[in-house]
């Protein structure tokens, strides 16, 4: 079974521009998260797709924003991009019936996101 | 608010000593905990879990203990291998609201 797949893996933007982040669930999975992971932040909660929906969202600004298509795949969209938008993002998958409370999310490798 | 904190590393060990990583948390429900690792130049995978508290996560060696009245999750391995170095993350999950927190990470090496 294919893992979680996530493209580019790496980009780099300058300030002002908007990049999208591009996210492949395992096949089944119907619950796409998105983290932000930075060395002095740690690993952030950013949102939670299941079933075309956002269910709930951590505490960053609109210009981060994502959706999810009927086959589960999920982007992510950063507008106007600032230099702490540097990160490594991460997209997990999970079966979705239980919440991420319980269900077992799987990893993806990440993007690398480099904003000069 | 929700929160999890975990002890700071790095942490340097020599192969089977004994580990133990400290993780405490903070909750507003009744959370799901969870320790994840990172080896080197790979993604996050789940090592073990425990959804209800007394109860034991394990996996490859490792152990954890969901314990309420403490409100711990500390992970222990009775002897570490080479292969163990990695950094390992303690996290929290909360269906209510689908919430999900991380602590810091703590990096592991183990030398031969």
């Known amino acids: 079974k294919a893992g979680v797949t996530q493209t580019p893996r790496y980009l780099i933007k300058t300030r002002g521009q908007q990049v999208t982040l591009s996210c492949s669930p395992i096949s089944g999975h119907r619950s796409v998260s998105w983290y932000q992971q930075t060395p002095g932040q740690g690993l952030q909660f950013l949102f939670e797709y299941f079933s075309e929906t956002q269910r709930n969202k951590g505490n960053f600004p609109g210009r981060f924003s994502g959706r999810q298509f009927s086959n589960s795949r999920s982007e992510m969209n950063v507008s106007t991009l600032e230099l702490g938008d540097s990160a490594l993002y991460l997209c997990a998958s999970s079966l979705g019936t239980s919440g991420v409370g319980t269900d077992t999310q799987y990893f993806g490798p990440g993007t690398r996101l480099t904003v000069l | 608010g929700n929160s999890v904190t975990q002890m700071e590393g790095p942490v340097t060990l020599s192969e089977e000593a004994f580990l133990t990583i400290n993780c405490t948390y903070t909750a507003t429900g009744y959370p799901s905990l969870f320790w994840y690792v990172q080896y080197p130049g790979e993604g996050l995978q789940l090592l073990l879990k425990?959804?209800?508290?007394?109860d034991k996560g394990s996996n490859k060696g490792f152990e954890a203990t969901y314990r309420k009245e403490t409100t711990s999750f500390h992970l222990e391995k009775g002897s570490v291998q080479v292969s163990d170095s990695a950094v390992y993350f303690c996290?929290?999950?909360?269906?209510?609201?689908?919430?999900?927190?991380f602590g810091t990470g703590t990096s592991l090496t183990v030398i031969p």
């Open positions: 425990a959804t209800k508290a007394d």
């Open positions: 996290a929290l999950g909360l269906n209510t609201g689908n919430q999900f927190y």
